[in-house]
């Protein structure tokens, strides 16, 4: 499992994939990313300490991810970054929530800008489309609007590459994102252990008709593979 990587195109910095509890919702049913967990603290801890010791700061932006949201992340883990943070002069920190996590991210932002350090949250969303969002995916946002979810949010992930989406769908998720939010990141779906398999016929799609439009788009990042920002695989991790 690659856990640290460097992003150089489009927003440089930073990116650690660290490990936490993991999700608390878990119903999404095209995702397996809640896989990579562990219940123990001590080892989470160990874990990701020694993968933050590799951050050097060199854009002064660091990104977080794992499995769940930031609030999934041990205490102890959760000060190394802020200890990272103040001794590598990173000053923009962006972290994941899920939408049910909302409520934690106020304490999140406060505590870091304390540090001078702004807080930038990404939120897997899928699609704009409220009714294949719960109903297809079950993402457990309720009915939430994009307005609504900009205010708890800075940036939005989608997912692409699902049985019932075209090219028009895909394009209205990305504009919609591209006003409400300050980034959009594309996940094309990839096969994985879910019960959700990747339409070929839609990634076709999506690769003709709408990735021309957005590739050179600098707030726009897709994501062909959910490897493609570096980090993630398979999990041997001690």
Partial sequence: MQRYSVITEKNPREILLLRGSGCKWRKCRFCDYHLDFSKDE??????????????????????????????????????????????????????????????????????????????????????????????????????????EIAEYADEACLLFGLEGQTAASMKADIETGLRWFQRVCVNVMTKNSSQMKPDQAVIQQFMEDVYPCYQGNDRVDILLENTDFGVGGNSDDK
């Avoid at 769940?68 to 994941?96: P, Q």
């Avoid at 870091?112 to 946002?141: H, N, P, S, W, Y």
């Fill in 42 to 147: 001590a080892e989470n801890f160990k874990l990701n300490k020694r993968e933050l010791e590799k951050v050097n700061g060199r854009f002064g932006v660091l990104e977080v991810i794992n499995s769940g949201s930031f609030r999934d992340l041990d205490e102890n883990t959760v000060a190394e970054i802020r200890r990272v943070c103040g001794d590598k002069n990173i000053r923009r920190l962006h972290i994941e929530c899920h939408w049910q996590d909302r409520d934690t991210l106020c304490a999140v932002r406060e505590s870091f800008a304390k540090e001078g350090v702004q807080v930038i949250v990404k939120m897997g969303v899928e699609t704009f489309d409220v009714d294949f969002r719960e109903r297809v995916l079950v993402k457990g946002m309720e009915r939430a609007e994009p307005k």
